[in-house]
């Protein structure tokens, strides 16, 4: 079954910073992966997602992703944060049958003036 | 706005009770999942649903059970109610059954008293 981990619960910067959420999965075939946003009271919004081909994928809002297969890694990036940022983030791996999604644990973004 | 209606927004019950989410996915798509967010599970997938047909299951409870229409709106049933079952329930849609980024409604948060 596949897994994923965020290991940071919570973090926070300073806003013009720059930003990475680390995220690790666990799964036997070639994954496909998505970031989303929740901002309070809100619901999931889709940030990016990782299907095949290019290992750097762009998503809305400035933000980017890496995925590193010898590191099972998709840790989310961007290069200036704004007071806006602040929410939790979610990485998720799809699975095949269906793609249902196994969640991570979150991180909680918190961006100091 | 991800196009995923959920209602009702808010839902109080007392223990013992059973009800009904409804979710209507975004226009074209075919496949709803059902997912469940509490404090101490995360975001955990129950069920999803292809044109009407039941694709996969997750951590769904023998007392909990959905359905999809011909109209493609789905329902999930809750019934005797326990005071764990207090969550965010999220509703997602997609295009297809498989590798297809998922849009999140904006859940219905329930309250068992």
């Known amino acids: 079954a596949q897994s994923v981990t965020q290991p940071d619960i919570h973090i926070t910067v300073s806003e013009g910073a720059s930003l990475e959420l680390r995220c690790n999965y666990s799964?036997?075939?070639?994954?496909?992966l998505f970031w989303y946003v929740q901002s309070p009271g809100q619901g999931l919004q889709l940030l990016l997602k990782?299907?095949?081909?290019?290992?750097l994928v762009q998503g809305i809002k400035g933000f980017e992703a890496e995925f590193k297969r010898s590191q099972s890694s998709f840790n989310l990036r961007k290069p200036s944060v704004h007071w806006s940022d602040a929410a939790e983030y979610f990485c998720?791996?799809?699975?095949?049958?269906?793609?249902?999604?196994?969640f991570g644990g979150g991180t909680r973004l918190m961006v100091k003036p | 706005d991800s196009g995923v209606t959920q209602t009702p927004k808010h839902l109080i019950t007392a223990t013992g009770q059973r009800v009904t989410l409804r979710c209507s996915p975004r226009?074209?798509?075919?496949?709803v999942y059902w997912y469940q967010q509490s404090l101490d599970q995360g975001l955990q997938f129950l069920i999803q649903?292809?044109?009407?047909?039941?694709?996969a299951k997750g951590n769904i409870l023998e007392r909990f059970s959905a359905q999809q229409f011909p109209d493609l709106h789905s329902e999930l049933n809750l019934s005797s109610l326990e005071l764990g079952d207090s969550a965010l329930y999220f509703c997602?849609?997609?295009?297809?059954?498989?590798?297809?980024?998922?849009?999140f409604g904006p859940g219905t948060r329930l309250t068992v008293t």
């Open positions: 997602a849609s997609s295009v297809g059954d498989g590798t297809y980024e998922q849009y």
């Open positions: 799964y036997g075939a070639t994954p496909y």
């Open positions: 990782y299907f095949s081909g290019d290992t």
């Open positions: 998720a791996v799809g699975a095949d049958a269906g793609n249902m999604l196994t």
């Open positions: 226009s074209g798509d075919l496949s």
């Open positions: 649903y292809y044109n009407g047909e039941e694709r």
